[in-house]
Every structure is written in C-alpha cells, then in structure tokens.
Antibody
Framework: QVRLQESGPGLVKPSETLSLTCTVS????????WSWFRQPPGQGLEWIGY???????NYNPSLKSRVTLSVNTSENQLSLKLTSVTAADTAVYYC?????????????WGHGTTVTVSS | EIVMTQSPATLSVSPGERATLSCRAG??????LAWYQQKPGQGPRLLIY???TRATGIPARFSGSGSGTEFTLTISSLQSEDSAVYYC?????????FGGGTKVEVK
C-alpha cells in the first residue's frame, strides 16, 4: 500500500524560498506521475504542478515562475521549491499520486504539511 | 483554465436520507471528472473517477453520474461518517481544477 508523507519547515519568512519533501513508501516512484497541491486556510484545492519519474514537469501557469519540482528516485522522494513567498502562500501543502493520464484521478494523497509565511 | 462550480455550498441531511451534490464545468470535460471526500486534518480521498466509477474500497452508497458539463454525486443513505467536504475535479485539461466544495452535514 503506497503512502505519502510531506515534510518541511512549518514557518517561512516572506521573500524566502519554501522547500518541501514528499516521501513515498510502500511502492516505487517509478512509472507514475506525482502532483503537488495546496489548500489555503478555509479554502479549496489548487494544483501546483506534476512531475514524473524521469523528471518531466508541468506547472500551473499561476505559479510557474516561482515553482520547481524535482524527483529523487534513489530516495523515493519528491521535492517542491517555491521562491519569493508571501502571506498568500500560507497553506496546507499536499503531494498525491497522479493517475489523471490514465483516467483515474489522484488516488493516493498525503496528510499534508502546514506552511505559514510570516516574519 | 476550466472553472468548476459546485452546489450547494452546504447540505444538511438526516441519517439514512439521500444527499445529492452537483458540479458544473465551464466547458465540456467529457467524463474526465473525479469526486473526493475530505475530512478535517486529512488529505482528500478519491471516491469516484471517470464520472461514475467507484474507487477501490468505496462503499456502494456513493455513486456518480453525468458527462460533459453537468455531474452529480449521490450518497444514497447518509451515514454519520459521511460528514465531510466533497470536491469535484476535472482532469480533461491542465491545469487541473477543483470545485469550491460542498460541505455535507449529518443532522
């Protein structure tokens, strides 16, 4: 059974870079796509972007200039970096296994990690 | 991007009663639509994909229908554990987009 666990600093200062990791256990990163999402307090879900096992990426145009996704297949980990953060980036951040290309949607999600942007 | 609109925002239903949730897409998404359940402090859980196929382990009381721009999630006999926020999501086009959610309360 595949499990995802997000981790990273809970507090980031404005203008700095947010860095998060998603550790995949119970299965391999290979052969799948993986997406990141975020959910501001009391709001809905926003797709940040996806990455596949070979490192191909696609980003939400609203964040494209500030986000970088990467994959470490040897460690079975995914990484997200978001630069020049502001209070608007305060949210719970999730990673998920992305089977949308197979018509199945997002079938495994992590529990999320809360990030607050504040000085 | 494709705008997804859900209604109602909140639904209060008695146990054992039927709950009907609606989702509308700003343009056709064919059957490339999924429904998720989210409880406080948890990540979303996939319920339905391809508009009407139940995901693994999802109880039969959850069913989905629709295609194109109009979709429905039905919970045939509401249980107390079904209290949650429900989101629809299209994957016909990127960026992936979600509806604003329907909060289901069990009376």
């Amino acid at each position: 059974q595949v499990r995802l666990q997000e981790s990273g600093p809970g507090l980031v200062k404005p203008s700095e870079t947010l860095s998060l990791t998603c550790t995949v256990s119970g299965g391999s990163i290979s052969s799948h796509f993986w997406s990141w999402f975020r959910q501001p307090p009391g709001q809905g879900l926003e797709w940040i972007g996806y990455i596949n096992y070979s490192g191909s990426t696609n980003y939400n145009p609203s964040l494209k200039s500030r986000v970088t996704l990467s994959v470490n297949t040897s460690e079975n980990q995914l990484s997200l970096k978001l630069t020049s953060v502001t209070a608007a980036d305060t949210a719970v951040y999730y990673c998920a296994r992305d089977l949308c290309f197979r018509g199945i949607g997002l079938d495994v999600w992590g529990h999320g990690t809360t990030v607050t942007v504040s000085s | 991007e494709i705008v997804m609109t859900q209604s109602p925002a909140t639904l209060s239903v008695s146990p054992g009663e039927r709950a009907t949730l609606s989702c509308r897409a700003g343009q056709s998404v064919s059957s490339n639509l999924a429904w998720y359940q989210q409880k406080p402090g948890q990540g979303p859980r996939l319920l339905i994909y391809r508009a009407s196929t139940r995901a693994t382990g999802i109880p039969a009381r959850f069913s989905g229908s629709g295609s194109g721009t109009e979709f429905t999630l039905t919970i045939s006999s509401l249980q107390s554990e079904d209290s949650a926020v429900y989101y629809c999501q299209q994957y016909d086009n990127w960026p992936l987009t979600f509806g604003g959610g329907t909060k289901v309360e069990v009376k």
